[in-house]
Nanobody, 132 residues
Framework: QVQLVESGGGLVQPGGSLRLSCAAS????????IGWFRQAPGKEREGVSC????????YYVDSVKGRFTISRDNAKNTVYLQMSSLKPEDTAVYYC?????????????????????????WGKGTLVTVSS
């Protein structure tokens, strides 16, 4: 069964840290760009950070630059999002997504470019709550 499973969410105080994981099963991430997205209540989903399949190039939305770090371990078939200096406005459900490289760029994934081949995979999300 092909799936992405996020974990690592929870309740954290402002200024704290969390590390999210996105584990793939049923397929290997080697030929996929991976992205982390979030959706807060009443807001549209936004691309937080995306990483290319092999060169390590990455993208971050301005609001998380310098605080979040995306990384991938293809041997473990897992992608991570290290989040530090968390703020209440980071509260959201965080999702990971995988797009095959033939479908476009990692930047395009984060920018919301359409999944033209219908081959993107999405996880079900993990809730991050930043509150005192």
């Amino acid at each position: 069964q092909v799936q992405l499973v996020e974990s690592g969410g929870g309740l954290v105080q402002p200024g704290g840290s969390l590390r999210l994981s996105c584990a793939a099963s049923g397929f290997t991430l080697d030929n996929y760009h991976i992205g982390w997205f979030r959706q807060a209540p009443g807001k549209e989903r936004e691309g937080v950070s995306c990483i290319g399949n092999s060169d390590g190039n990455s993208y971050y939305v301005d609001s998380v630059k310098g605080r979040f770090t995306i990384s991938r371990d293809n041997a473990k078939n897992t992608v991570y999002l290290q989040m530090s200096s968390l703020k209440p406005e980071d509260t959201a459900v965080y999702y990971c997504a995988a797009r095959p490289t033939y479908s476009g760029s990692y930047y395009g994934l984060c920018a919301g470019q359409k999944d033209v081949y219908g081959m993107d995979y999405w996880g079900k999300g993990t809730l991050v709550t930043v509150s005192s």
